[in-house]
């Protein structure tokens, strides 16, 4: 089993910036990509961000030239930093993870979600 836990989301005026934070723990044999979602009320979860093992990241479009996501191998962490913050970034930002075990089965693990709030 592995365990994401989400934090630095919160409440930011328009033009502000935040960067959130996801741990991985538990049975990680490997971390392959790891990326960000986002689901604004009476929307569907979208990606924003993903960063695979070796660096290659890729964006929304909406979220281009803005936010940037990295990671830590060593920390089993990913980091995105979201400047240029717009009201239409408001949502519940998750976490997920693509999992590879000891037998070499992959597995998908999403956070619990952390609300970023931006007001204009």
């Known amino acids: 089993q592995v365990q994401l836990v989400e934090s630095g989301g919160g409440l930011v005026q328009a033009g502000g910036s935040l960067r959130l934070s996801c741990a991985a723990s538990g049975s990680i044999f490997s971390i392959n990509a790891m990326g960000w979602y986002r689901q604004a009320p009476g929307k569907r979860r979208e990606s924003v961000a993903r960063?695979?093992?070796?660096?290659?990241?890729n964006y929304a479009d909406s979220v281009k030239g803005r936010f940037t996501i990295s990671r830590d191998n060593a920390k089993n962490t990913v980091y995105l930093q979201m400047n240029g913050l717009k009201s239409e970034d408001t949502a519940v930002y998750y976490c997920h993870a693509d999992v590879t075990d000891g037998l070499g089965y992959g597995y998908d693990y999403w956070g619990q979600g952390t609300q970023v709030t931006v007001s204009s």
């Open positions: 960063i695979t093992s070796g660096g290659s990241t």
